[in-house]
C-alpha cells in the first residue's frame, strides 16, 4: 500500500471545468501540488477512445481525478437517459483503461448516492449497493456509475491497480449549474428565491411534494475528502461522502429563502416527480479513518448565494455555467 502522495505526482483531474473538478483543482493548488494536468473539451474529447488513448500515451500521469460527467438534476435525468449511460459509460471505460494501459497506479472515480437502490435502509452503508431496484428518475446514470465503480474493481482484483471510488451526495457549490431545467435543486432554488425577491414575486414554485429529504455537501468538503484518500494511503473500494445529515425539500427551500431575503409563500408542483423519497449516506467508513464534513449547510448555502449573485447577477437572464 503506498501512503503519502508524492508531492510533484502528475495529477490529471479530468472535469476540471466542472463543480467538482474546479474544486479539486483549488484545492490541490492550496496543498502545494504544482503538477496538475487539465484539458478543455475542445482539447481531449473523454467520449473519443483514440483521443484518450493518446493523451494517456503522451503525458506521463501518475493520478488520475475522474470528475468528468453527464450530470444533472432530476428532470435532466429522466428525459435524457440516453446521453447519461452512453457518455458517462464512455468516459469512465476510456479514461480507466487508457490509465491501465499507461501504467497509471492510482486513480480517483466519483459517483454518486444514487447508485443505491430506492427504498434502502436509511442511512446508507455502502454494502447496500446492488439489493434492490434503483428509482426509475436515474436509473440510467446510476448504472453507469455503479459500471465505473466495478471497472475500478476489477482492474485492481486482475491487474493490481489502486483505484478508488467516492459517491458524494448531492453537491453544490462555486461552478455549479443553474439552468432551471438541468440543474439539481439547490442552486435551483437559489436562482429561484434570487430572482423572486428582485421581482417582488408572492410565490416561489418547488417542485414535486416538499417531501423527499435530501443531504447536501459542499463541494470543497469532497475536494478536502478526496485528498485525504489519496494522502492516506487508501488504495481500493467505495466510500460514501457526506455530512450524515439530511433535510426535506420543503426544508432546504426555508433555508434558501431566508439566504436570499425572500419572504413570500411556496408552492409546490405536484406534477413534477419527487423521485427517490430518502438518501441519508452513512459516512461512517471514512469518519473512521478520521475524515469528517467541516462545512455547515447553512453556512455553505450563504457562501454558495454570494457567488452566485457575484456571477450571474445584474441581468434579467444571467449568463449559465454549461
Ligand atoms: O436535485 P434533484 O434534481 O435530484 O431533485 P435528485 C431533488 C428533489 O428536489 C426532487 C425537488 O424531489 C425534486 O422534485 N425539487 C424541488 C427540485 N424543486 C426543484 C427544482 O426547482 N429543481 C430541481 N432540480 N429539483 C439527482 C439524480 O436526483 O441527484 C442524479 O437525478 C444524481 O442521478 C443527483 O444522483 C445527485 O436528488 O432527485
Known sequence: M????????????????????SALVRRLAAEGYPNVVTRTHAELDLTDQAAVNRFFESERIDVVLLAAARVGGIFA????????????????????????????ERLVFFGSSCIYPKQCPQPIREEYLLTSELEPTNDAYA?????????????????????????????????DNYDLNSSHVLP???????????????????WGSGTPRREFLHVDDLAAATLFVLEHGVTEGLFNVGVGEDL?????????????????ELVFDASKPDGTPRKLLDVSRLAQMGWRATIGLEEGIAATYQDFVASHSGSAAPALHA
Open 2 to 21: 503506498n501512503s503519502a502522495m508524492n508531492r510533484q505526482a502528475r495529477i490529471f483531474v479530468a472535469g476540471h471545468r466542472g463543480m467538482v473538478g
Open 248 to 264: 426535506s425539500i420543503r426544508e432546504l427551500a426555508e433555508c434558501i429563502c431566508k439566504v436570499a431575503g425572500f419572504e413570500g
Open 77 to 104: 435525468n429522466a428525459s435524457r437517459p440516453a446521453e447519461f449511460i452512453y457518455e458517462n459509460l464512455a468516459i469512465e471505460t476510456n479514461v480507466i483503461h487508457a490509465a491501465y494501459r499507461a501504467k497509471v
Open 188 to 206: 435551483a432554488l437559489l436562482r429561484k428565491a434570487h430572482e423572486a425577491r428582485r421581482d417582488g414575486a408572492a410565490t416561489l414554485t418547488v
Open 143 to 175: 448504472i453507469a456509475k455503479i459500471a465505473g465503480l466495478k471497472l475500478c474493481e476489477a482492474y485492481n482484483r486482475e491487474y493490481g491497480t489502486q483505484y478508488v471510488s467516492l459517491m458524494p451526495t448531492n453537491l453544490y457549490g462555486p461552478n
